[in-house]
Each structure stands twice: as C-alpha cells, then as structure tokens.
DNA sequence: TGGATTATTGACCAAACGGTCAGGATCAGG
DNA sequence: CCTGATCCTGACCGTTTGGTCAATAATCCA
C-alpha cells in the first residue's frame, strides 16, 4: 500500500479551485469540449501547475465524478418507508427540484455523461444505482401493495421525477426562451409538479 | 441572387450520407466531439471529399440541425383545437414517445445543442417554437376553461411532455442499466404515461 | 468521342490540444 | 537562516483536428 500522505494547506485550496473549475467547463462543454487550458484559466492557474495537482485532464474528470455522485444520489435514500407515503414522494420532488436550481451544472455534468453513453459510469449505473433504486421500488410498491399509494409502475415513477426536474436545469435555456420574460421556472415548476404526483398518486 | 443549380444525383447521394453519418456522430458525441474524419469514414469517404459538399463542419451541422428541426416539432402543430381534448393530449403524448424510441439520434442530438446553451438555435427558440408554443397552450387552456381539462399549467405540462418522452432516448443507457434485462422502456413507459396524463388531466 | 464540368484524393498546413520537463521560486520546519 | 520539500512556470513536443490545394479521375452531354 502507498502512504497516501496528507494535502497540505495549498493543495486542499487547489485542488478544489481546479474541480470547481472543472465542474463550469465539463458541464458547458462536456469531457472533450472542455480544454485543460481553459480549466485552468477559470481556476487562475498555468496549465503545467494544473497538471501538477492533476496526472490528466481524464483523472480530473473521474475525481469530479465521483466526488459529485454520492452528493446528487442522496436525496432518494432519504426516502422513508416509515414515513407518509405520498408525503415522502413529494419530499422527495421537491428535494431533486432544489437541485436543479441550485446544482444545475451537476445536472448537466450528468446528462452529458449520460447522453455520451456513460463510458465512465456504466458500472456504477448498473450496480449502486440500480440497488439503491431496487430498495425504493421496494419501498414504492409496498405502499401500493397497502392501498396508501396509487398502483403505477415504480421504476418509471422514479424515471419521471427524474425527467421532469433535471429538465429544469438541463434544458433551462429552452424552458427560459419558451416562457418568456416574467416567468420563475423553478417557482412555477414547484407547484405544477406538487399537483401532478397529488393526483397521480392519490388513492 | 445566385443561380442556385440544382443537385445532380451524385451530390444529393452524397450529401444525404455525409447527413446521416455526421447525424450519428453528432448525437453521440456533440458538436465538438465529433471529427470530421469519423463523419467521412461512417461515410465512406475521404475527409477532403466530405469539405467538398461541405464548406465546414460549422455547415454540415448547421444543415443537420435546421433540416431536422421541422420534422421534430411536427406533433405539436397536430394538436387539433377541435379534437376531444384527452384524447388530442394522450396522442402529443404517444407521437412523441414513439419519436423518442424511433428517432433517438436526433432527439440526443437536440440534447447536446441545448445543453450546450443553443447556441445555433437560440433565436429559433425564442421565435418559432416560443410561437408554436403559445398557440397549443392557448388551445390547452381553452380546452381547460371550458372545463373539458384539469386545470394546469399549461407551459409546464407540455415541458413536462418533453421532459418525460425525450427521458427515454436521451438517458436510455441509464434507464436500461437501472431497469436491468428483462424490459422493454418504451412499451412500459407508453402504458405508465398513458396512466399519468389520464389521472392529471381527466376532470 | 471529345471537351468541359463535376467528383475525388494524397499531401500538406496552421492551430489547438494533452502532456512533459528542467529549472527556478516559495514555503515549512529545525 | 538554512535546507529539503513543495510549488510553479516557460519552453517545448507529438498528435489531432479543421481546412486547403493542386492534380487526377469520373461523369456528362453535345
């Protein structure tokens, strides 16, 4: 084993200016449209000193990755089969909405990624994401089986919370264009989305 | 004005495939992505002979986008105002699922664009479909007056159509990692969203 | 069939890109 | 204040990429 030694002070400031950097290019331009020049311009860094903190620009983009995966998975753990069945389901949308509004360039990192065919995180797709979703298609379909929730395919019920608030963040320019001025997308979303799962799911 | 001469069969042979391969380099890896040596070998041709139909790769996308927007935006204008208003909605609903499952390149390709902030199709956006748009939500909202629909938003619940229905072509790798073998999306997505605008909308 | 037009390509170019390296600046600890 | 480790950079390298061009091949039509 390596010995892994501690960061020092300007190597925890650093590397996080480099990864916050990142985060903007990767998520505008995806893997191969952003440059390692422009990272490190963003993150007021020469390119060598980049690629001191970092071995390439692949090891910056896995790290991001990663690191960014358990952040945006957390909301659907926190779904509670002890709680209010439809209670936690619109926790649980309005949880992923904040995200969208407030990590929009988290979202789009992954729909690139996605969009791309997932060269990065196939496995983990199949493995941790596909569990995780198992425990809430469980949770789901227990409260149907009770007759507290309205009887819908879970696995396309999750598919839909996802699709209908990452679009918020992933297509904002669109949704802004379409609406027009005057409009608060996510404040207008908030309230269409809360009424659709109350009817869709209400028994 | 230039004489405009009109395509010999050669050139409409040739521009046509070069199309359809920079089509599928597009969609899988976005504008910056893609070379143009991958568009002519998928093309079976050498890259100088592709920049001969083509000026750039600035055309050739260019071409592909605008050529293929008018047929994307098809369903929306089928929405009949004096159709039975369920009925007119489920069917937006199906046209679109099955252009997803039919036609997932183009609907990627729209992803990339747009993820990447439009920044060919800003105008179009902001015109045309803005335009296009307005006239299916004054129909909806119509329809929602008379009392023949549940009231919603109207601009939300056809983001909400594109959102769920694109959903299935652009994060197919994430949906069937997920769903794991064994399923067939689109089939299951068209009964669970038949499902869902039923219960939002029906009064 | 011949000559003009259209189609095709190998060789090439400049810019952009990911990455390396030797050497100098800076910093932390004794 | 010295010394070793860490930090930083200008110059450089090989490759990829978008695009050009002169020359050759194929096609068309009078």
Redesign the pocket.
């Known amino acids: 084993m390596e010995p892994e030694?501690k960061?020092?002070?300007?190597?925890q400031k650093?590397r996080d200016l480099i990864l916050e950097a990142a985060l903007s290019a990767f998520s505008s331009n995806g893997f191969?449209g952003?440059?390692?020049?422009?990272i490190a311009e963003a993150a007021s860094?020469?390119?060598?000193?980049v690629?001191?903190?970092f071995?390439?620009?692949?090891?910056?983009y896995q790290t991001l990755l990663t690191r960014l995966l358990e952040t945006w998975l957390t909301p659907l753990q926190q779904l509670d089969p002890n709680g209010e069945p439809l209670e936690e389901v619109l926790q649980y949308v309005r949880d992923k909405l904040i995200m969208s509004r407030d990590f929009p360039r988290e979202s789009r990192l992954f729909a690139h990624e996605i969009l791309e065919g997932a060269p990065q995180l196939e496995s983990i797709l199949s493995g941790e994401l596909r569990d995780l979703v198992g425990k809430a298609v469980t949770t789901l379909r227990g409260w149907m089986d009770q007759g507290r929730l309205a009887p819908v395919d879970p696995h396309h019920l999750i598919f839909s919370i996802w699709a209908m608030t990452q679009h918020y963040a992933d297509f904002d320019v669109q949704v802004r264009a379409v609406l027009g001025p005057g409009h608060d997308p996510f404040a207008e979303a908030g309230a269409f989305l809360d009424n659709l799962y109350r009817r869709m799911l209400a028994v």
Chains 1, 2 share one sequence.
């Open positions: 030694p960061p020092t002070r300007i190597q650093n191969r952003a440059t390692i020049d422009q860094l020469s390119k060598p000193n690629l001191y903190y071995r390439s620009k692949d090891e910056i």
